[in-house]
């Protein structure tokens, strides 16, 4: 795994507001509920696009307010593209149409604030933003970028009272723009603004998952988008693709109290989907920590909708202090997945039971698999408002096709192993399989402050400490780690005061490390990239996501949803080793020979570290099976 992003670019956090969210069920650490939870409110985009103005900006903030998701907490009330077509006075400034704003910006601002709202606006990181390139009820807008002006443009909207800015990527992405130095200069700008004004300002990172925000976007600003738009213009919602943005957003390390992935806003109420499909999207946004934005028109919507978003036990998952993602812990069949949640608290966990197959099925989730003792637990089903009972061993419950069940289950933590620190790092972490576990460190800090942790050099990801009032506290991450006792955890920048850190094992997520034995260097995925296509290739071992790959149904599966794939189903010697979304095609089949090769399905070639190269970076292709070192490979 390369590791292209210096450490020094992780450090600068942008301004981060809290949301006001629902407290979960059980006490947590004052550290943890310092932390911002992830956003919720509206945007307009999805229903209303760049077709905007005052009036309908103050519908739907009466709509929020009347229809009690204010006090659900749903607080910001972002306004998206269509706002601003481009112009700027003589010295620079932004300027608007004040037909469509009487009073300015400022005014719609000062209208949300006396609703108790928070405002939210937008722009984009290039020279044009998407009202140029993607005109949608207004004319091409030239100019509607803040490339050149991101200083200014920061400041002005402080002043002007905004509390978030999203900055999408349509200028920056036609430009050709570096998304990491771009954001990270967005990033300084906004925190340059904040120290003239003394307004904070929440930075929303939209660049689609360009180049793999998920590496860099902690430390950065408090949210990132990681996928394509969940609907675009004219469309109606669909499950499809909110399954495919749920996918994409699934960077369990990277995510942590206060920096979140962002799989875009809700469709929940919309044209396309039915009230079981909101329930089941609202789900997978909870469970995995994802700020919620709603984007229906909230003048019109049903009792039934407005009750799904005001889910209140729904809303604590989501917005749990302790700021951890889901993980996938388990696909006994596939497409039939089980997702658990480490909340806040001891013992306690969200589950989602993912039907995504066309017939009803009896799902189960065994406590072991959660990183929880077999003894008896109590499950209850979120939707239903029910406890359901007290269960050993695990809980099983029909699911539905293309449905999900959302429980809490209270259980029993399993034994965790506490280390203590050497200064900002802990080493001897010992993990009985690769794969993800919950790393809770104590620690106590004067003031708030961020470090960077790396764990066995995989790439880096920041961690906020918040002041800890004189009394020890923690904060919590997921991490991947590797078979054995040779795990190190390593702080970097200006880490607090550590004291211990606690590991509890996640044994639904384990699987292996493919290693070479020629290198002695393992199957890799370049840079914890999720695209379809991306070629394996050779890299120093460090059991990060990207090399934890799970033996299931013959298949050889990493971060959730890709699988080791044959290219275009080739036969040939040299053809391409990539990553593709699993699909149970027989390009997608391994078997895993006693002697240490790996053989494809359709065409019987071994598994080749090519040109018996050993260096970081070989690309990894099927080969005729000749017994070289170069094809032999150890599971660790």
Not at 348 to 353: C, H, K
């Amino acid at each position: 795994m390369k590791l292209r992003h210096a450490l020094s670019a992780l450090l600068l956090i942008a301004g981060i507001v809290p949301a006001v969210g629902v407290p979960a069920a059980a006490s947590t650490t004052a550290a943890e509920a310092a932390v911002p939870a992830p956003v919720m409110g509206w945007a307009s985009w999805n229903t209303f696009a760049a077709k905007i103005d005052y009036a309908t900006i103050k519908a739907q903030a009466d709509a929020l307010v009347s229809s009690g998701l204010k006090d659900a907490g749903y607080d910001h009330v972002n306004i998206d593209e269509g706002w601003w077509q481009g112009t700027r006075d003589s010295a620079g400034n932004i300027t608007v149409d004040t037909a469509e704003w009487p009073g300015g910006m400022q005014a719609i601002a000062d209208y949300l604030h006396s609703k108790g709202l928070k405002a939210g606006i937008y722009t984009d990181a290039g020279r044009d933003g998407c009202g140029y390139y993607y005109p949608t009820g207004r004319p091409a807008a030239p100019g509607s970028g803040s490339e050149g002006h991101y200083l200014q443009d920061m400041l002005q909207f402080q002043r002007w009272g905004f509390d978030f800015v999203k900055v999408d990527w349509c200028g920056g992405d036609a430009e050709g723009l570096d998304p990491q130095s771009t954001y990270q200069a967005i990033s300084d700008a906004n925190r340059a603004a904040t120290a003239q004004t003394g307004r904070t300002l929440t930075l929303s990172i939209c660049n689609w998952g360009k180049k793999n925000p998920w590496n860099w976007g902690a430390g950065m600003a408090p949210m990132w988008r990681t996928s394509n738009d969940i609907i675009f213009y004219g469309q109606s919602a669909t499950l499809p693709q909110v399954l495919t943005n749920f996918d994409q957003a699934q960077h369990p390390v990277s995510q942590h109290a206060g920096y979140v992935n962002d799989p875009d806003m809700l469709t929940v109420g919309m044209p396309g989907l039915t009230a079981a499909q909101g329930r089941t999207e609202l789900a997978m946004w909870a469970v995995s920590g994802a700020p919620l934005l709603a984007g229906n028109n909230l003048a019109t919507m049903s009792a039934e909708t407005a009750a799904i978003f005001k889910n209140r036990e729904v809303i604590a998952v989501d917005q749990d202090p302790r700021g951890l993602q889901g993980v996938k812990v388990a696909e006994d069949t596939a497409g039939r997945q089980v997702y658990g949640k480490v909340l806040s608290g001891s013992g306690r966990r969200a589950v989602l039971l993912l039907n995504r197959t066309s017939s009803a099925a009896t799902m189960t989730v065994r406590w072991a698999d959660l990183g929880l003792t077999t003894a008896a637990a109590k499950v209850r089903n979120l939707w239903a408002a029910q406890d359901v009972g007290s269960f050993g061993t695990g809980y099983s419950v029909s699911v539905p096709v293309n449905d999900s069940v959302l429980l809490t289950v209270q259980g029993t933590d399993a034994a965790a192993a506490s280390y203590p620190a050497s200064g900002s790092r802990f080493t001897g972490i010992t993990a009985a399989a690769t794969g993800l576990a919950v790393a809770t460190f104590t620690y106590s800090a004067t003031a708030p402050q961020t470090a960077t942790l790396a764990v066995n050099g995989q790439q880096p990801t920041v961690l906020a400490f918040p002041a800890t009032g004189g009394t020890p506290k923690t904060v919590s991450a997921v991490v991947s780690l590797g078979k054995g006792n040779a795990n190190t955890l390593t702080f970097s920048g200006t880490p607090p005061q550590l004291s211990g850190v606690t590991i509890l094992p996640l044994p639904g997520s384990n699987g292996v490390q493919v290693a070479g034995v020629q290198s002695g260097r393992c199957v890799d995925v370049n840079d914890n990239g999720i695209a379809n296509g991306i070629q394996a290739q050779l890299w120093d071992c460090a059991a990060g996501p990207n090399q934890t790959w799970v033996p299931v149904r013959g298949q050889l599966v990493v971060n959730g949803t890709k699988c080791l794939d044959a290219y275009n189903s080739g036969t040939t010697n040299g053809t391409a080793v990539v990553i593709w979304d699993c699909n149970g095609q027989r390009n997608q089949q391994w078997t895993l020979n006693a002697d240490g090769t790996i053989t494809n399905a359709v065409s019987g070639l071994c598994l080749d570290a090519s040109g018996a190269a050993t260096a970081n970076g070989t690309k990894i292709i099927l080969w005729a099976c000749g017994g070289g070192a170069n094809q032999q490979w150890t599971r660790r």
